[in-house]
């Protein structure tokens, strides 16, 4: 008599990409009432984000998660992309200097400047939108 094979759990199998492990994780009912009232305090917003879980749908919420541990470099900002001979990251004593001669200074510093400039770039709208609305009301209402 030859022994039936064990079934495979599928988050045991290495073709099953994370997402779809995230996503049979996330099946377990308490995880999705935990998650659910992690992830807002807005109760419209929780039967939305339930289901979307209960089917599976990935959301900014998931992809966060998935990014985890974050880059340890980038979240302090010694890392730098800016150019083709990158990316390169200062991990001192040996390398504290990019390709280039940057220095963690700044490196760190053309970070931040970076993400001002896109982020203020992303919601000047926002900020068009409020001037125009003090200044000139009849205008925003046209618009
Ligand atoms: S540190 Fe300099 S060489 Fe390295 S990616 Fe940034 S700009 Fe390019």
Redesign the pocket.
Known sequence: MTEEPKPQLIRERLDVCELDKARIVLLNPALIEQKKNERTIDENAKPVLEMMMREGVETVWDRYEMQQPSCKYCLAGIS????A????RIIPPTRIR???G?DADL?VSRNLLDTIATGSAAHSDHGRDITATVTDPKEVRSS
């Open positions: 730098c992309a800016r150019c001979m990158g990316p390169c990019g390709v280039c940057a490196i």
